[in-house]
């Protein structure tokens, strides 16, 4: 009896063994064949879990017999699963090797740093918008980008009309025309143009939005001391891309657009139209528009040449036609009258061509052509006053670039030429010509450290040379976490399209002078650090990014009354500083996401000895964005946005507000419906604020810092057929 007691013993204790396997492995870098510290796995169907040791070592205890899943997971890398029948024989742990991932970003490349690298490789400090997160922007605001990038931190739109919404994008708590807005790499919308960009660039044709805050002058020369927005179209591809989108507001407004691509062997094709039209709308019935009538044409088309597998060639042209009217909602109707007869109307023509070509030279070599050619008119009419101006404006570039694993030259020279002529006394036309040389150099000096350095000299003429280096650095320090480190030198030559002549519709604003006016210079640099892991057992992830910036701004140009009732611009004697903080965090459980954003803004002028705040600043900023979404089935989205106190130009404080919107999409496989309500709290500055001094027929306007037309409500529907 005892033996065969003893023999069960011995037998239940060999079963309970073979049932509680043990297996180890070692997590290593794909590529560096380094030690991944921090991997995690986990038994899948089970609580049984480990994490790495110091050499990259897990060992999972209590594995049962049979077939078992075995999940390794590390923040930054893709997930891997393993398959094994256990029991098994270990003599060595087994080696797993991890790809660097971070989501989809490995297959996102950033055309403005000019670098062919994916952006988890780049120095310098972009961001991007792109993919679903653009298309729930154009949910909200699908005639223009105002509102695309209002709501990103570090970034304001600054309404520079009462009645027309004229705007203007300010950087970092910098004015308008210290940021440069690019198309596909191209400065379609600078100079005379620049006043109308934001409300003319529809969002439906674009691929990606990329945006670099902090000088980057170095990169496309003068203008972009702020910063630069680069809105790269779409390009074909061999599947049809047919969308249409068509949406309308409470406010009466109606938005049609539509996009066509398709790719063949030798030739591809893009074609994006839009129709928007808005009737005048005034929330706060005092008689003005918050919105204003308008209509607007736009019609894009590209065609892509594949000569050869090495050769691309693009011809495009971009061409927007509108007419807007704002003002006294009287006269707008017809029905003016001596008390009714203040009004604003715009009538602007854009026509704009573009033509790149690029080659292939051996295994990593790229020369690159590329030229555009823009027309741009604006009547601007107001009581008793006209401003008609024509801007014809050319750029040329040529480069090549050569992409290696460790080095990464691109060398070029550009010509970019500027021609204003005005109708009437012609005191104010201008010819600018800038050559631009270029070189930069991207060297990954090792898997932690990348260093991006450039150097770029523009001669303008009547104004002399600019010499613009610049140095960015990459810090891989773990793969949650990483860091950024950057600077450089910025210059914009003087002109008189700033959001202070346009706010007066160019009245007795003087000439540039090229004897007493010089180009304004800056310097600038920014930190940011990254970090990115999973909490609660992998089932929320958590990512944080903090912005530290600064730009110092010499002898900045201003507009000064002088004799006469006029104004002209000068380079006083002083500077602008700008410098912050922005705070980014975003987290993330199943089909819920939250973003978090903070942005702190010290914007100061300094003159003969004065301090005073940067007008129109909001020194603090908070926005929260909740999303949920069921792919493919639903998109739920819930915002807010709240702005501190601004100082305003004639030296009030304006209030502090918030704007909260709620979206809701219903997705099915060819088509989509959703509604919107904008700033649904019906936040408006008449609400709590005045908007202008004065009589109705001769309103003298005070500055815009929070929105006017208030709550709106708008819904659409998208084909893709």
């Known amino acids: 009896m005892k033996k065969i007691i003893l023999s069960l013993l011995t037998l239940f204790i060999t079963t309970l063994t073979f049932a509680q396997n043990t297996w180890k492995a070692k997590v290593t870098d794909t590529e560096s064949k380094t030690p991944l510290t921090e991997a995690y ?22 594995i049962p017999n049979g077939a078992q899943t075995i999940i390794i997971k590390l923040v930054g890398y893709e997930q891997k699963e393993v398959v094994l029948t256990f029991p098994i024989t270990q003599t060595e742990p087994q080696e797993v090797f991890l790809m660097e991932s971070e989501d989809e970003l490995d297959e996102i490349t950033i055309s403005s740093t000019r670098s062919s690298r994916s952006i988890k490789d780049i120095a310098t400090r972009v961001e991007f918008i792109a993919g679903e997160e653009l298309e729930e922007k154009a949910n909200m605001k699908p005639g223009d980008i105002r509102m695309m990038l209002s709501e990103s931190t570090g970034i304001q739109t600054q309404q520079t009309s009462a009645t027309s919404a004229n705007s203007a994008i300010r950087i970092q708590g910098l004015d308008g025309r210290y940021t440069q807005i690019l198309k596909d790499g191209f400065p379609l919308y600078a100079g005379a143009s620049s006043g109308l960009g934001l409300l003319q660039i529809a969002p439906l044709d674009l691929k990606q939005v990329e945006v670099i805050k902090g000088s980057a002058s170095t990169l496309y020369g003068g203008g972009a001391i702020a910063g630069l927005v680069n809105l790269i179209s779409k390009t074909p591809a061999e599947e049809r891309e047919l969308n249409f989108h068509f949406d309308g507001t409470d406010a ?9 691509s398709k790719r063949n062997e030798k030739i591809g094709t893009t074609l994006f139209a839009s129709y928007q039209n808005n009737s005048a709308y005034d929330p706060a019935h005092i008689d003005l528009s918050a919105i204003p009538k308008s209509e607007r044409f736009t019609f894009n088309p590209k065609i892509f040449v594949y000569p050869s597998d090495k050769t691309t060639i693009v011809f495009g042209v971009n061409s927007t036609f509108e007419d807007r009217i704002g003002g006294d909602m009287h006269y707008i109707k017809g029905e003016a009258d001596a008390t009714h007869s203040y009004f604003e109307q715009n009538k602007t023509q854009r026509i704009s061509s573009q033509f790149s070509l690029d080659h292939k030279l051996g295994k990593c070599g790229h020369f690159t052509a590329k030229n555009s050619v823009s027309y741009f008119n604006r009547i601007l009419n107001t009581p008793g006053y006209e401003f008609d101006g024509t801007q014809y404006s050319t750029f040329s570039e040529a480069n090549y670039a050569n992409h290696g694993e460790v080095l990464e030259w691109i060398a070029g020279v550009n010509l970019w030429t500027d021609s204003f002529k005005e109708s009437g006394l012609n005191l104010r036309n201008y010819k600018q010509t800038t050559t631009g040389i270029f070189i930069q150099n991207t060297w990954k000096a090792n898997e932690w450290l990348h260093i991006e350095t450039g150097l770029r000299g523009d001669y303008v003429n009547d104004y002399g040379f600019a010499f613009l280096p610049r140095i960015s650095t990459l810090f891989k320090i773990t793969p949650k976490l990483t860091s950024r480190l950057g600077g450089g030198l910025g210059y914009k030559a003087p002109t008189i399209f700033t959001e202070d002549s346009e706010r007066i519709q160019y009245r007795n604003v003087l000439a540039i002078n090229s004897n007493i006016n010089h180009l304004e210079k800056s310097y ?44 002209q611009f000068i380079n006083v004697n002083g500077n602008v500083e700008s410098k912050g903080t922005e705070t980014n965090v975003k987290l993330g459980y199943e089909d819920f996401k939250l973003f978090l954003g903070y942005t702190y803004t010290d914007a100061h002028q300094h003159q003969n000895g004065v301090q005073s705040p940067n007008p129109l600043t909001a020194k603090h900023r908070v926005n929260a964005v909740l999303m949920y979404e069921v792919e493919d089935k639903w998109k739920l989205g819930l915002e807010a946005y709240s702005f501190s106190k601004q100082l305003l130009n004639d030296g009030s404080i304006g209030k502090n507000y918030i704007i909260t919107g709620f979206m809701a999409e219903k997705l099915w496989k060819r088509f989509s419906i959703y509604i919107n309500f904008e700033n649904f709290t019906d936040t408006r500055q008449t609400r709590f604020d005045s908007i202008y001094t004065g009589t109705l027929n001769n309103p003298q306007f005070r500055d815009i810092y929070a929105p006017l037309d208030g709550f709106v409500m708008n819904g659409g529907i998208k084909f893709r057929l």
């Open 252 to 260: 009466l407004g109606l938005t049609l657009n539509g996009f066509y």
């Open 41 to 62: 796995a986990l038994l899948k169907g089970t609580n049984i879990n480990a994490k790495a040791n110091e050499k990259g070592i897990i060992t999972l205890s209590n």
């Open 524 to 567: 600038g640099a920014n930190w940011d650090i990254n970090y990115r892991t999973a909490l609660f057992n992998d089932q929320v992830s958590f990512t944080i990014n903090h912005l530290f910036f600064f730009t110092h701004l010499k002898n900045p140009l201003q507009l000064i009354p002088v004799a006469g009732s006029n104004y």
